[in-house]
């Protein structure tokens, strides 16, 4: 009997959650975080970026309407190619790539590296983490800079309800919530229901502290690493909204 993919490897899932990943208020933002990303890492004028689990590619779109060369990386292929129509019809010429992240490495190619919107954490083994963060610092050039932005364990454990419930675009959504490995993982249990039809998911997500994540970029040779609590670049303290790790190559 063949092995089930892990819940990240499963089209079905990310098909299923794409309408409420990228809801008209998350694509409506892009323009705002794409403008403070630009203002935090204080990107030079033509940079190479690389959107690395771009999704529907709604930053790489904007970040390519202010004049960046930017390729944008995703494992799922329904959601590349949306991009790749989105990128036609408004005359972008943005580089989209199916790609699984750990795969993903293009030695001193980049001047910028983003991963947005808790995008990190998937894997069972911590070292793919290490992986991706590995080929990450390779992939970009001197000076270069990695942005995480991610959900910190301090956040989670602030802000943790087991259980809630949300209505979107004719699905709703049942989240029930459990902490495991001693704050290590989120595991999550997704029921969403879709007229008569119940479909269930079970994910499960490394959280890391920003101690851990800080420490991670350093350990893979990221010589200056920078936390943040928003993307404004805010003190990441008690009234932090998100936590996000800069490192300089």
Known sequence: MKEQEPWHGQDAFW????????????QASAAAEVEKIEK????????????????????????????????????????????RVEAER???????????????CAPNSFDI???????????????????????????????????????????????FQTRD????????????????????RIETRWIVIRGTERIEHRVSVRSYSAVELSSLLAACGFPVVQVFGSLDGTEYDQAAQRLVVVGRK
């Open 40 to 83: 935090l890492l204080q990107i030079e004028e033509h940079a190479k970026i690389l959107d690395l689990c771009c999704g529907n590619g709604r930053h790489s779109l904007e970040l390519s309407e202010r004049g960046f060369d930017v390729t944008g990386v995703d494992r799922t292929a329904a959601y590349i190619e949306r991009a």
């Open 90 to 104: 408004r005359g972008l010429d943005v580089v989209f790539v199916v790609e699984d992240m750990r795969e993903c």
């Open 113 to 159: 590296v983003m991963n947005l919107f808790g995008s990190f954490g998937y894997f069972e083994d911590p070292e793919d983490d290490r992986r991706v963060v590995e080929n990450m610092y390779a992939s970009l050039r001197p000076g270069g800079r990695f942005l995480i932005e991610t959900m910190g364990k301090e956040i989670l454990s602030r802000d």
């Open 15 to 26: 098909e299923l959650f794409g309408p409420v990943l990228f809801n008209p208020q998350r």
């Open 165 to 184: 419930w949300d209505e979107q675009g004719g699905l709703l959504i049942l989240s029930e919530k459990t902490v495991g490995q001693n704050w290590g």
